[in-house]
């Protein structure tokens, strides 16, 4: 099959979620052409069924915002005609969604049907989506695929609640990639981090309002307070200069070290004893799922989609968003001798249930479906 994929190539879900499915697409034997205005920072390896396809955006003095979703539809225009795709996979509703309905309008003009499959990944919905600048697109884009997946099942309920969809939108969760996200031994590397035997805890985001990095601190100095332990933070974001003063504030500023963005993420989730996720909104929580691949607990809010994935008193626990205390109470219960073993092994265990092997036919088989509707309309 040809299988053009649209996303973000950024370090956000919705764009490593999309370059994991193309490579275990590709490696599969499955054609698959990335679309998108730079190379997405997961698409690291080569493989001859692999294919990158900028979208450029000629600079014009008339416009104040180029273009990006004209260029993205004549771009996808160009790669269905000319490389044969099968199926469009679009990945994140504003633009991707409305970019591949004009493509699919002028293709038909060329005699040309593709199918498109929109997968919905969290802020497209719950934030941007309902903003009334773009609500009508992004319904309209919706009911217009051949195809709808959504990462949750609160996602989808959300999704219903506040759009007026009338396709059937299927829960495909996040994946993982077992092979890469696993327990490492870099015992050096936690060695020079924590030379005592301190507990690791580790945070890893965009660092912005609904991550509430904030609370990721508290939480640390809460922890920190009762036993030796050190906070890893990866990631960046407009949030980080507030959360390096109060890091400062806490009086803990050398038991907190900022990593910035890091590609190997894994390596750092592998010397780590806990996670933290204090997120106000997750539609599924991949960076949790990334640390239990990893034999890493965590602790989280029961916001969104998070229920789904970390299991209360078995692979991590939950709390209200905003209660740091408790965080602080079960923080210290995960970390307890006696208990952060048989934690670390069920994270492991849960996250094997969300292994890309067990999820990727869900995919082949949403476009199979997409495909036999376009057919049935000709």
Known sequence: MNIGIVCYPTFGGSGVVATELGKALALKGHHVHFITYSQPVRLDFFNENLFYHEVYIPPYPLFQFPPYELALASKMVDIVQNEKLDVLHVHYAIPHASAAYMAKQILLTRGIRIPVVTTLHGTDITLVGKDASYEPVVTFSINQSDGVTAVSADLRKETYEYFAIEKDIEVIPNFINLDRFQKQKKEHFRAAIAPEG?????????????????????????????????????????????????????????????????????????????????????????????????????????????????????????SEIGDVADMVKNSLYVLQDENLPRFKDAARARAEEFAVEKILPRYEECYQRAIATQMATM
């Open 198 to 318: 301190e507990k690791l805890l580790i945070h890893t985001s965009n660092f912005r309002g609904v991550k509430r990095v904030e609370d990721v601190v508290r939480i640390f100095a809460g922890v920190r307070k009762e036993i030796p332990a050190k906070l890893l933070l990866v990631g960046d974001g407009p949030d980080r200069p507030r959360i390096e003063k109060l890091c400062r504030e806490t009086g803990y500023c050398n038991d907190i070290r900022f990593l910035g963005k890091l590609e190997a993420v894994e390596e750092v989730l592998s010397i780590s004893d806990l996670f933290l996720m204090p997120s106000e909104k997750e539609s599924f929580g991949l960076a949790a799922l990334e640390a239990m691949a990893c034999e890493v607990p965590v602790i989280s809010t029961n916001a969104g989609g998070i229920p789904e994935l970390n299991v209360h008193g078995v692979t991590g626990m939950l």
